[in-house]
């Protein structure tokens, strides 16, 4: 209802003022002709939709993770799922170069995890299962901080297609190893040649639905940590080893549409109205 007032007073504070100035009214405003025929409404150039806003959505996501790893020297490593992954993120939408509507940039937060967990495989005629200082399965929740380039490609009106890909950083903590041959003393205590800070790649791919101004979207994440679980001469300096993380995550995150994401705010239409008014206020040259 406000918003058809101020259109209204708008254009009768414009159509008064062309009036004063001995304008034609009929020049300045759109009518329709005394008859609407077929075609000229062929002839119309009519949008073919609506073009996106640059927007702003935030909120939460949760799932569960899936943790592997790159051993040297080679272990035979099982995937295995551990949870809960949460979390929650700003992203920011925008036109790049005047073009390209469909990427944007998203900051967040969220807890994961790492960590390895060996097969028992047979090696010389017996039955054998690798460990780590003893313990043949381990993980640590991580506190990540991540920021990726968002890439959507909308598929209709309720449904997009999203990619992600960018870095993250992480804390490695509260550590639990498990075996039978772990030591009492380290069990949930790291070693002073662990590595407690993680960083890497992290990237997604992903369904979003659009039910303005909720979003959900489904996403698989993929992340490779560029710091190994610990030094990788801690057992000589002429000999390497190294275990690099190579997790995943699916997640399902709800999401709200800070900005509307077609259209105008009803802010932005009060703005509209305003600065027409003030406009045709201002003396002409």
Do not use: C
């Not at 920011?92 to 994961?112: C, D, I, K, P, S």
């Not at 772990?182 to 039910?211: A, K, N």
């Amino acid at each position: 209802m406000k918003r058809s007032v101020l259109l209204a007073l708008a254009l009768l504070a414009g159509t008064l003022l062309h009036a004063q100035q001995g304008i034609d009214l009929e020049k300045e405003f759109f009518q329709l002709p005394d008859s609407v025929t077929d075609g000229y409404l062929d002839s119309l150039s009519l949008p073919s939709r609506v073009k996106i806003n640059d927007y702003w959505i935030v909120g939460v996501h949760g799932g569960v993770s899936i943790e592997h790893g790159f051993f040297n020297p080679p272990r035979v490593v099982n995937f295995y799922l551990n949870k809960p992954v949460y979390g929650f993120s700003i992203t920011r939408y925008a036109t790049m170069m005047n073009m390209f509507q469909n990427l944007g940039m998203e900051l967040g937060f969220q807890h994961n995890y790492e960590g390895y967990n060996f097969k028992e495989h047979e090696q010389d005629g017996y039955t054998y299962r690798q460990n780590i200082d003893g313990a043949y399965e381990a993980y640590m929740e991580v506190p990540e901080v991540f920021l990726l380039t968002h890439g959507h490609m909308d598929m209709g009106q309720y449904a997009k297609i999203i990619i992600k890909a960018g870095m993250y950083g992480g804390y490695r903590m509260n550590i639990t190893r498990i075996g039978p041959r772990v030591m009492s003393s380290i069990e949930h205590d790291f070693l002073d040649t662990d590595r407690r800070w993680s960083y890497g790649v992290q990237g997604g791919l992903g369904f979003g639905f659009m039910l303005d101004p909720i979003e959900i979207h489904l996403m698989a994440q993929f992340k490779w940590s560029w710091s190994s679980f610990y030094q990788p001469n801690v057992a000589s300096p002429y000999y390497y080893r190294f275990a690099y993380p190579l997790d995943g995550a699916v997640t399902l995150g709800v999401y709200y549409q800070l900005t509307p994401r077609r259209g105008h705010t009803k802010a932005r239409l009060r703005r509209m109205a305003r600065e027409m008014v003030e406009s045709e206020m201002q003396p002409k040259q």
